[in-house]
C-alpha cells in the first residue's frame, strides 16, 4: 500500500485545485467533509451522502470513544464498516470535544483526563491514546492531538497553548509511527497571532505531516479577523501539502478560505440547519418555518438537483418540519450538503479554469439579490 | 376513466388472493397499507416505501383535515403530488381518530363536532364533510364515515352505534356520488355480535359499495374474540369485492385474518416499532436496545434482503438507537415494512399454490424457535 499523495492540477492566485489520493478513493479539493459524529451523517444513508458529492466524511473520536468505544468498533472491522461508508474517513483527534462537552478535565503535559458528558466515567486523551484510538477506528487521516486555544484569550496563553500542541504533535508523530495507506496531518495553532501562527507552521513543517490543518479559528473571532489570521497562517504552510481549516463554516467563509489557499472544510451547518429548517441556496438561506412557505409550490432552490428540491415544494416542507417528521430532516440535509458540494464542485471549476475571482463575485452578488420573488 | 374493479385470481380454504385494479396501479391482495399519517410515512421517503413492496399508502383524513388542512392540499394538488407518492392511496374517514385524539367531542346524528389536539380549533366530520375533504386530498379509496364502536359496551350500545353508522354509510354514498376512477367502501360494524355484523354487512351490501371494511375490531377484546367475531363479519360480506380488516396488525393477527378471508390490512406497528427499536423476524421481534446486541455483528434476519439487513449489523442499530439518531428509525423501519412486505407476499404466494395451511404452520413454527442463536 502506498502513501497518500497529495497532487495539484490548477491554481488561481493562492487558491488551488487537485485531489489528495488514498487507498479508499480520491477527494477532490477544495473538499467539503460532512460530519459523520457518532458514526452517521445525521439524518442521512450513506449512500445518499456519496449522492450529495461527497468523497470524504469526518468522525467523531471524542464521541466514538465514548460510545461505543474504540476497541469495539475495532473488534466490528473498523469505522467504515460499522457505518457503511467505504470511502476515505478523517476523524479529528478529539482535543476540541473534550474541552466543549466534557466535564471535570484536568489538563496537564501528559494529556487531559475526563469525565464523560454521556455517564460520567473517566478517561484520558493524550497523543498516545488518541493515535490509538484514531488506529482502533480504522481513519484514513489522523489528526494530531492539539490543545483548542480558547478566543479570547492573552497572547501568553495562546503561545503557551500553542507551544503544548507543537509538543504534543510530535509525540503524535512518534505514537502514529508509518502507516502506508494512512495520513496524519499537523494542526497549526496560535490564535489570531501572526508570529505565533509562523513559528506553529516551522514546528510543524520541521516534525513533517501529510497535512497540515488551520485549528483554533471560527471559534467566535468573526469573519473579517478569520480572513486576516487566514493570510497568515497559509503564508507559512508547504505548498504541496493539504490544507484543512477545522470546523469552518459558512458558505461564504468557504469561499473566501479557499480564496487564501485552503483545501479541505468540515462543519455540522450543513446537517445541523437542515434539521432546525435553515435551507441554503445561491440566493441566500431560508427558514422553511416561516409562514411565507406554507403554500409555496416552489422548490426550496430552482437550480438544485436534489430528491428534495426535485421531489417536493417548500409547502410539503414546511408542513412535515412545523409536524416534526423526520422526513423534514432527511430532505432538508440532503438538500444542504448538496448545496454545499455543488458550491465545493463550483470553487473546484473556477480554479480549474482560473476564474476564481469572477466566481466568488457572483456567489456574493446572488446572495445579495436575496430569497427568489414573492409567490 | 373506468371503476376500480376488484379480481380474484385464486382461492384457498376461505383465503383469496388477486388484485384490485386502479387507474394509479394495481394491488395486490392480500395487502399491507403502510400509514403515511401527515403525508408522510414516518422515517421513510416514498421510492424507499416502494422498495419494500407496498402498493398502496393510507392517509388520515383527521390528522390531515387539521394540518395542512384539505383545502391547502387541493390547491397544492393534491396528496399524492403533495407527498410524491404516485400510486394509490386510501384515507380514512377521520371516524376513529376523532374519537382517540380530538378533545370536546360532540356527537350528534349529523355528524361530530370536535376541538383540534393541535390548537383547539374547532371542526365538524360528518358523512358529508368527510367525503368532501378525502375528495380534496385525491384520495383513491374513500372510506364511509363511521362511529368506531367502543369496546367494551353493551349489546344495546353496539346496536345503536351501528345502526348510526348506517345511516352514515347511506348518506356518505350519496354524498360521495358517482367518481370514476375512485372507489367508497362501507364500514361493517357491530362490535363482537355474530346477528349485528350481519345486520350490518346487510346493510352495506344494499347500499352497495367497491369494497368492505370491518371496523371495530382490534380494540382491545384480544386476537381469540377477534378471530371468532372475524369469522361471523366475513360471512355475510360479498365474495366479489375486496375485504379490509381496519387497523390490524401484528404478524400473526395477519396470517389469521388471511385465513379468514381478508384481503387488506393497515398498521402503524411496523412503522411505529421501528422508531422504538422493534424489529420483526421470521423468528418473531428483538428489541435492538437489549445489551446482547451491543457487539453482535449480525444482521437483525439474516434472510431479509433490505438495506437494514444487507449493509448494517445489530451492533450498529444497537448503536444509533441508543445514540438517537435518526438513521436507526429510518432503518428499522425500512426493515419492518420489508418484513411486512415479505410476509404478504409469502401468503399471496402460498394462497395461489393453494399451500396457505403449511405456510401459517410453518409461520407459527418459525415464531416459537425464537430469536437466531446467541453468538
Known amino acids: 500500500m502506498t502513501h497518500i499523495r497529495f497532487s495539484l492540477t490548477q491554481t488561481d492566485g493562492n487558491a488551488r485545485t487537485g485531489a489528495l489520493h488514498t487507498p479508499r478513493g480520491d477527494i477532490r479539493t477544495?473538499?467539503?467533509?460532512?460530519?459523520?459524529?457518532?458514526?452517521?451523517?445525521?439524518?442521512?444513508?450513506?449512500?445518499?451522502?456519496r449522492a450529495t458529492g461527497a468523497d470524504i466524511l469526518l468522525g467523531n473520536t471524542y464521541h466514538l470513544m465514548l460510545r461505543p468505544g474504540a476497541p469495539?468498533?475495532?473488534?466490528?472491522?473498523?469505522?467504515?464498516?460499522?457505518?457503511?461508508?467505504?470511502?476515505?474517513?478523517?476523524t479529528d483527534s478529539g482535543g476540541f470535544q473534550v474541552m466543549s462537552l466534557s466535564k471535570l478535565r484536568k489538563l496537564t503535559e501528559d494529556g487531559v483526563t475526563f469525565a464523560s458528558h454521556i455517564d460520567g466515567s473517566k478517561h484520558l486523551l493524550?497523543?498516545?491514546?488518541?493515535?490509538?484510538?484514531?488506529?482502533?477506528?480504522?481513519?484514513?487521516i489522523v489528526m494530531c492531538f492539539d490543545e483548542c486555544t480558547p478566543f479570547p484569550c492573552t497572547r501568553d496563553e495562546a503561545e503557551t497553548s500553542m507551544r503544548l500542541s507543537m509538543r504534543w504533535a510530535e509525540r503524535s508523530r512518534k505514537a502514529f509511527g508509518d502507516r502506508p495507506g494512512h495520513a496524519l496531518f499537523g494542526i497549526q495553532q496560535g490564535g489570531v497571532?501572526?508570529?505565533?501562527?509562523?513559528?506553529?507552521?516551522?514546528?510543524?513543517?520541521?516534525i513533517g505531516f501529510d497535512g497540515y490543518a488551520v485549528g483554533g479559528l471560527a471559534v467566535g473571532e468573526g469573519?473579517?479577523?478569520?480572513?486576516?489570521?487566514?493570510?497568515?497562517?497559509?503564508?507559512?504552510l508547504p505548498q504541496d501539502k493539504p490544507r484543512y481549516l477545522m470546523g469552518v463554516g459558512k458558505p461564504e467563509d468557504i469561499v473566501g478560505a479557499v480564496l487564501r489557499g485552503i483545501d479541505m472544510f468540515d462543519c455540522v451547518m450543513p446537517t445541523r440547519s437542515g434539521r432546525t429548517g435553515q435551507a441554503f441556496t445561491p440566493r441566500g438561506s431560508i427558514n422553511i418555518r416561516n409562514a411565507r412557505h406554507a403554500e409555496d409550490p416552489r422548490p426550496v432552490d430552482e437550480t438544485c438537483d436534489c430528491p428534495c428540491c426535485t421531489d417536493y415544494s417548500r409547502a410539503y416542507l414546511h408542513h412535515t418540519h412545523k409536524s416534526q417528521e423526520i422526513i423534514a430532516s432527511m430532505l432538508l440535509t440532503w438538500h444542504n450538503l448538496r448545496y454545499y458540494q455543488r458550491l465545493?464542485?463550483?470553487?473546484?471549476?473556477?480554479?480549474?479554469?482560473?476564474?476564481?475571482?469572477?466566481f466568488a463575485a457572483r456567489f456574493t452578488e446572488q446572495r445579495q439579490a436575496g430569497d427568489i420573488d414573492p409567490l
Open 344 to 358: 465545493m464542485a463550483g470553487l473546484r471549476d473556477a480554479i480549474a479554469a482560473q476564474q476564481l475571482n469572477a
Open 126 to 140: 493524550s497523543p498516545e491514546t488518541s493515535m490509538e484510538i484514531q488506529r482502533q477506528l480504522g481513519s484514513d
Open 30 to 49: 477544495p473538499a467539503f467533509m460532512p460530519v459523520g459524529t457518532a458514526a452517521t451523517v445525521k439524518a442521512m444513508l450513506p449512500g445518499s451522502v
Open 223 to 236: 469573519q473579517e479577523l478569520m480572513f486576516s489570521t487566514l493570510d497568515h497562517c497559509v503564508a507559512h
Open 72 to 90: 469495539r468498533i475495532e473488534r466490528l472491522g473498523g469505522l467504515h464498516g460499522f457505518m457503511n461508508w467505504d470511502r476515505p474517513i478523517l
Open 193 to 206: 497571532h501572526a508570529d505565533l501562527r509562523e513559528e506553529s507552521a516551522e514546528s510543524l513543517t520541521k
